[in-house]
Every structure is written in C-alpha cells, then in structure tokens.
C-alpha cells in the first residue's frame, strides 16, 4: 500500500487583481513556512496575468505554484494561448487541464485534454486531469460511466504518480454548496483508481493522488481527506480565503 501525500490545491479561476493576489499568496506562503503541521503538498493556481507575481511572493515558502490550463503545441500562432513551456519558464510545477469549466465553455474533449497532458508532460509540469459527471448525467445513473470514459480518454499512457494527479469534480458540486457524500465519493474515487490501474498498471495506479473537488470547505474537509481513496482537494471559492485554504489543508490526516 503506497502512502501517498496529500495535495491541497487552490484553483483561483480568473479571481485576483495584483494586489489581492500578491496579499493572498502573501498570506498562504507565511502559513506554510510559519506553521508545523506539513504533511501535505500545498499549491496555488492563479490566472496567468499574477503567476510571476505570486511566484515572487511564495519564493522560499515551499507552497508550489501552478496555472490553469495550457495549449498542446510548445509555440507558434495561437492567439490568446499560452503554452506549457511558457509556465514552466514562468515558475509553475503544476497545471489544471480538463477542468469542467473549460469541457463546458471551451468545448474541451478528453482527446484535446489528453494531448494538453502530454505537452505538460514533455515540459516536466506536473498534469491535474480533471473528471466529473453533470447533474444529469448523475440522475441517470451514468457517474461511472462517464468518467470511466473520461479516465480513458483523457489520461495520457505516459501518465504516472511522478507526472499526473486526477481531480474528481462532480460537475453539479462546482461552487454550488452542494457535495457529494462521501460514500459517492470513495465509490468514485476506487473506480477511478480501478481504471488507472487498467490503464497504467497497479503501481501506478496505486501511486497516483486522486483530489476531490466541488464545493470543500473547511467544515467538510476533514471528512472527506479521510476517505481512503482521496488524497487531497481542489478548491476554488474557499481558496480566495487563506484561512479557509488553511484550514482544508489542516484537515489532512497525518501521513
Ligand atoms: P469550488 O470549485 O470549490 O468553488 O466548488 C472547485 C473547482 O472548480 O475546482
């Protein structure tokens, strides 16, 4: 059974003018030097236009810095783009690819996702394939089956616990208030862990962290870090706080 450490990571979204970001990430990387219990990865996500800022700010803290999404190609003529190795040039360890904000508004496919994937890949960044079920798609019954189909399609075969973490995000928990119980959530989570192995093999597959996402927040995360298959979270609106950051992040169980 491997021991996998948890990560806790703050998905900003396209939240932070300069200077709450610089305060924000001020605010989390003092967390992060100044206190002890540090049996977790934490990192921050913000948009592109802050990332220099904040890498500045979090320089030292050993709090990890990542962005939101990237193209596939390394550079060339894709306007509004930005490529994997233009945020590993900019200080990023991590990128959030396949996000359900971005399969809904960008009109992203898992094969688009996978290729993205890749391209992180090659630029040493570490991938957070996203997955999850919509509303509907829960109500009839289709939650495994559809990230099963996401798992696969969207995870590329070079995929390991070096280079890949998968986010489960049900889609109808995204800021909504709404979570999936924990009972849903495991039952997911050892699915999904269930096809990476088929994909990957067992090691991998039992190496590799699987965050929960959607609505967690510091009353509900101890629960939910507990879960045997989740080793971490992705938060959005509660990591616009660094206290409720903080207070997720203190709800890991210690390794
Ligand atoms: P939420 O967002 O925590 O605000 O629900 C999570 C996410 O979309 O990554």
Redesign the pocket.
């Known amino acids: 059974m491997s021991t996998r450490r948890p990560l806790i990571a703050g998905?900003w979204?396209m939240n932070g003018l300069r200077s709450d970001a610089r305060a924000l990430a001020d605010e989390v990387g003092t967390l992060r030097k100044n206190k002890s219990h540090g049996a977790f990865d934490l990192l921050i996500c913000p948009p592109f236009s802050v990332i220099e800022t904040v890498g500045h700010v979090i320089d030292g803290t050993g709090v990890f810095l990542g962005a939101q999404d990237c193209h596939t190609a390394e550079k060339g003529a894709h306007t509004g783009d930005i490529s994997a190795a233009m945020l590993k040039d900019a200080g990023c360890s991590h990128v959030?690819l396949g996000?359900?904000?971005r399969r809904t508004n960008h009109k992203e496919t898992d094969e688009l996702v996978e290729q993205k994937a890749v391209a992180a890949h090659s630029e040493g960044l570490i991938a957070i394939i996203?997955v999850g079920e919509t509303e509907a798609e829960r109500e009839n019954g289709k939650t495994l089956d559809v990230v099963t189909a996401q798992i696969k399609d969207s995870v590329p075969q070079g995929a390991n616990a070096d280079n890949t973490v998968i986010?489960y995000?049900p889609v109808w928990?995204?800021?909504?208030g709404k979570v999936a119980t924990p009972n849903d959530v495991q039952n997911v989570h050892s699915d999904i862990r269930k096809n990476l192995a088929a994909k990957l093999g067992q090691e991998a597959a039992d190496d590799i962290r699987i965050l929960y996402?959607?609505?967690?927040k510091p009353e509900n995360a101890k629960e939910l870090l507990a879960l045997p298959d989740v080793d971490g979270g992705?938060?959005?609106?509660?990591?616009l706080k660094a206290e409720d950051f903080w207070a997720i992040a203190q709800s890991c169980p210690s390794l």
């Open positions: 998905n979204k959030i996000h359900s904000e996203c986010a995000e928990a995204i800021g909504t996402g959607g609505s967690m992705l938060i959005g609106g509660a990591a």
